[in-house]
């Protein structure tokens, strides 16, 4: 059964960058042809996607976060990355990373999901 | 980008209600439209993909329909563990979610 675990600081500085990681199990990311994902949730709102990665390095990025976003992957450790640079208060959420559905695609569905990670923007 | 708007923003219905909740895309997205259910302090949790698939072990009572800009999610039979927040999901275009609906106990 694949099982994604973000993991990361629950706290981070204004004008900081924000890192986190995504551990996948239960399969390979670089024997599957699919893309992985993270998605952001502020406190009492709503879901929005924050950028997509295959493990071949090609990625896109929601483009109202494209100009301070890096999702990276590492192979060798199963793991996906997110960085987002000089955030702000209104960059406090939880942090999904989530498996898209359909092969080779970057716009599909998402159908495994991590738990979620806190990450809150305060001095 | 594609704009996804969703309504009711909260709907009050009882055990054994038929709800609909209704989701409306900026423009078309053919059938490419997902419905997901979050649960407090929980990852949202897949429903439906495609418009109207049902995805595997998720129970009958949840069913969707449309096509275009126009979408809707069913619960024929509310059961009490259905109570929680459903948000629907374009997928043409990359990635856009509704703003949710909390389906709560009247």
């Known amino acids: 059964q694949l099982q994604l675990q973000e993991s990361g600081p629950g706290l981070v500085k204004p004008s900081e960058t924000l890192s986190l990681t995504c551990t996948v199990s239960g399969g390979s990311i670089s024997s599957s042809d699919y893309y992985w994902g993270w998605i952001r949730q502020p406190p009492g709102k709503g879901l929005e996607w924050i950028g997509s990665i295959h493990y071949s390095g090609s990625t896109y990025y929601n483009p109202s976060l494209k100009s301070r976003v890096t999702i990276s992957v590492d192979t060798s450790k199963n793991q996906l990355f997110l960085k987002l640079s000089s955030v702000t208060a209104t960059d406090t959420a939880v942090f999904y990373c989530a498996r898209l559905a359909t092969k080779y695609s970057y716009s599909s569905y998402f159908d495994y999901w991590g738990q979620g990670t806190l990450v809150t923007v305060s001095s | ?106």
């Open chain 2, 1 to 106: 980008d594609i704009q996804m708007t969703q309504f009711p923003s909260t709907l009050s219905a009882s055990v054994g209600d038929r709800v609909t909740i209704t989701c409306r895309a900026s423009q078309s997205i053919s059938s490419w439209l997902a419905w997901y259910q979050q649960k407090p302090g929980k990852a949202p949790k897949l429903l439906i993909y495609k418009a109207s698939s049902l995805e595997s072990g998720v129970p009958a009572r949840f069913s969707g329909s449309g096509s275009g800009t126009e979408f809707t999610l069913t619960i024929s039979s509310l059961q009490p563990d259905d109570f929680a927040t459903y948000y629907c999901q374009q997928y043409h275009s990359f990635s856009t979610f509704g703003q949710g609906t909390k389906v709560e106990i009247k």
